[in-house]
């Protein structure tokens, strides 16, 4: 049995990130994922999965030597960001230059995000990497867990650390109870060239058919997150590349006028899920493994992100203990992430009901909404500083 002090299951972004914060600290971890990054097809082709990344964490990962490792000419900075409603007047812009800031937020692909951290584990002291093994079974004690690999290999820590997403195997093991609400909605996804420059602006249209994000790519590019009924998403999947780009055009108003496919689309269910804990003695929940939300506010991976940040704070920082497992600690951790847990699920989920909602008087109001909000200086520099952390 080969001993560590954390055991972390899953090497998405979320869980590689907060392995490299605690090696960092020479605390012995073991990286258990069975889908380690793999090179692109083709070099050189772009990603559909694209995140947009707040500064904060872009900096955190920058201090755990992962963020420089991506080549610069893949990353966009987005300075500005307008939001359209349904009708008229609805719309909202929020600028970096007027909020105080270099940028709103960072675009980067999630494979090469995904290969840097990579990377960067391979490269780390103190990290034990289990690279295509999968968990088998758990045993929990009071000192410490066991876990047993498919291969029969077998690892023992003071604590497990589910990064393991959606469907995590940690949550389950632990019996952490979660619910799901299924959107009945798909995210498709897909990159396209583009005839004009997008300027460093995302946009967002929330129109009838679900919400459209256009978030900038390098040179003349946009990558989008169409979040549709599954019908609709279906047929999206459907069209040829010229019919996809006539639909996008249209439901974008031609802002970056003619399109052209340049990644095909893909599609992911959208569903809601809200876990009744984050820790047990011996455990701990970050990442998709902790929450799902909607993916219109961006914010899935953000959120992520900031778990592993407070995790890797509580678990190194000063007057943490020796045993990282001790149930007081994790308890510190999960009473540090539930208001900003809380505010994005309630933010995304009222902002999918609010834009869903087919009666004229919430269509009215929330199109009014964004105009108000828009007119308010000091209210929208708060939101785009909250949203950069
Ligand atoms: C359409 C769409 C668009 C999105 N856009 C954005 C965006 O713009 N910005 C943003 O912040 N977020 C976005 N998100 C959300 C984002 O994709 C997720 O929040 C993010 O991928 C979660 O990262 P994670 O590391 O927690 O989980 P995952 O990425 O799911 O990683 C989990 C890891 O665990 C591994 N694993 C699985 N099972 C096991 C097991 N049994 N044992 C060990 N390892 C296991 C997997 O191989 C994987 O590597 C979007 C989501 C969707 C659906």
Same mark, same amino acid.
């Given at each position: 049995?080969? %001993? ?8 998405? #972004? ?13 605390? *012995? ?8 990054? *793999? ?43 307008? =939001? ?9 812009? $929020? ?53 047993? /690999? ?22 389950? *093991?632990?019996? #952490? ?36 994000? $256009? /978030? ?20 999206? /999947? ?16 031609? %802002? ?5 496919? =340049? ?14 804990? @984050? ?13 799902? =939300? ?14 592993? *940040? ?17 149930? %007081? ?11 900003? #847990? ?8 009222? @902002?999918?009901? @609010? ?7 919430? %269509? ?7 105009? =108000? ?17």
């Amino acid at each position: 049995m080969q %001993a560590f002090d954390v055991i972390v299951s899953g090497a998405g #972004i979320v869980g590689a990130a907060f392995a490299l914060g605690l090696a960092r600290a020479n605390v *012995r971890v073991a990286v258990i994922e069975p889908q380690p990054p *793999r090179a692109p097809a083709s070099e050189g082709a772009w990603d559909t999965r694209v995140y947009t990344v707040s500064p904060g964490n872009a900096e955190w990962l920058a201090t755990l030597q992962a963020w420089q490792r991506m080549s610069a000419e893949r990353l966009t900075r987005v300075e500005t960001m307008q =939001i359209y409603g349904d009708r008229a007047p609805g719309r909202l812009e $929020f600028s970096a230059y007027e909020a105080g800031m270099r940028e709103l937020a960072w675009v980067a692909e999630s494979r090469e995000l995904q290969r840097a951290l990579w990377h960067s584990l391979e490269a780390a002291s103190h990290v034990t990497l289990f690279a295509g093994a999968r968990c088998a079974d758990i045993a929990w004690a009071r000192n410490e867990a066991q876990v047993t /690999l498919e291969n029969g290999g077998g690892l023992s820590a003071r604590l497990v650390v589910g990064a393991d997403g959606a469907d995590s195997w940690v949550r389950q *093991r632990a019996g #952490i109870d979660v619910t799901t609400h299924d959107y009945g909605q798909l995210g498709v996804v897909a990159n396209f060239e583009t005839e004009r420059g997008h300027g460093g602006v995302a946009y967002q249209w929330f129109t009838g058919e679900g919400v459209l994000a $256009f /978030l900038p790519l390098p040179g003349n590019r946009t990558s989008i997150v169409w979040s549709v009924p599954e019908a609709h998403g279906r047929e999206l /999947l459907a069209y040829t590349p010229e019919q996809l780009c006539a639909e996008v055009e249209r439901a974008s108003e031609s %802002a970056l006028g003619a399109l052209r496919v =340049i990644t095909p689309a893909a599609a992911f269910p959208l569903k809601r899920q809200r876990v009744a804990r @984050l820790v047990e003695p011996r455990a701990a929940l970050i990442g998709d493994a902790a929450h799902n =939300i909607h993916p219109l506010a961006g914010q899935g991976v953000n959120l992520g992100l900031r778990d592993a *940040r407070e995790l890797a704070a509580v678990l190194t920082g000063r007057g943490a203990q020796r045993d990282c497992g001790d149930y %007081a600690l994790l308890r510190r951790f999960e009473r540090a992430r539930r208001e900003d #847990i809380a505010a994005v699920e309630l933010t995304t989920d009222g @902002l999918e009901k @609010l834009f869903n909602s087919p009666a004229v008087w919430i %269509a009215r109001l929330r199109n009014f909404g964004l105009t =108000i909000v828009d007119a308010q200086g000091p209210l929208k520099t708060a939101l785009a500083r909250r949203a950069a952390a």
